[in-house]
């Protein structure tokens, strides 16, 4: 595995997916050119700058509870990937966290030039839950997406998720964080569904 990747793995037809920890500046202009597109309204930083984003990414880099990674194919950015511990983190006043539990938020880049692939985005998923459950020696991933996003919670339960119940975060108004409060759809993969062979 190349020391730049803290996870890679093979994509069947598609390549090798490298997952890096992001470089909030370095990466500012892809991360800001996918995030201030309509169809990533969801991830709610449509409106925002380049310096915006990556002071963001640069806050978020000094947290020990939240992660952001940039997604690689044959070394092409193709996605963000954010991880962070539930306990500290809003969903934590939604449901009940289990010891193991870790959260993700997922974006996936546009098609591009190659255009829509079949089977892609479910490769992607792939490669993340190997990451955080086996990578990381979790026991379930939780995601949280807006209630709105049926893409999303379409794609999340045919990867094997189980529906969860429907919530609503609260707002959070701090001097570093600003996030307007949110209805969402919960949703958890659990690592004996996702990989049998490894309980």
Request: charged share 25%; proline share 6%; net charge negative.
């Amino acid at each position: 595995m190349s020391e730049r990747y803290v996870h890679e793995q093979h994509a069947d037809g598609f390549g090798t997916v490298g997952i890096r920890p992001l470089d909030a500046e370095g990466d500012a202009d892809v991360v800001h050119g996918w995030v201030r597109e309509e169809r990533a309204v969801f991830w709610g930083m449509n409106g925002l700058t380049r310096d915006q984003v990556a002071e963001i990414y640069t806050h978020m880099a000094t947290l020990d509870t939240h992660h952001a990674f940039l997604v690689e194919l044959d070394g092409a950015p193709v996605a963000l990937l954010q991880t962070y511990e539930p306990a500290e983190d809003r969903v934590s006043e939604c449901y009940d966290v289990e010891p193991g539990d870790i959260g993700v938020h997922v974006l996936i880049a546009a098609a591009g030039a190659r255009g829509a692939r079949p089977g892609w985005s479910a490769a992607l998923m792939r490669a993340f839950a190997s990451y955080v459950l086996l990578g990381l020696d979790r026991r379930r991933v939780v995601v949280d997406p807006d209630v709105r996003n049926e893409k999303a919670i379409a794609r999340f339960l045919r990867q094997g998720f189980e529906a969860g119940p429907l919530v609503t975060l609260p707002e959070i108004d701090l001097p570093d964080v600003y996030l307007p409060e949110k209805k969402a759809q919960l949703a958890f993969l659990r690592r004996e569904a996702a990989f049998p062979a490894f309980p």
